[in-house]
């Protein structure tokens, strides 16, 4: 899916912001190293995005009806 004009808009702006590291979401610790996969799902659950989007199985929607 291609992404709207905003969403390029904020990449481009978090470009600039991180000049001196590798990665456009790299470790707060370490500018070399990504940020952690539980970093990145934490930021989801806080958004509000707990067993929604990011792919993961409630026991309940595995439940027969």
Do not use: C
């Amino acid at each position: 899916m291609p992404l709207p004009n905003w969403a390029h808009a904020v990449l481009r702006e978090l470009v600039e912001l991180k000049r001196n590291s590798r990665y456009l979401f790299s470790s707060s610790t370490n500018l070399n190293k990504t940020m952690s996969e539980n970093t990145v799902i934490f930021a989801l659950y806080r958004m509000g995005y707990h067993s929604r989007m990011t792919g993961t199985v409630s026991a309940d929607s595995r439940r027969p009806s």
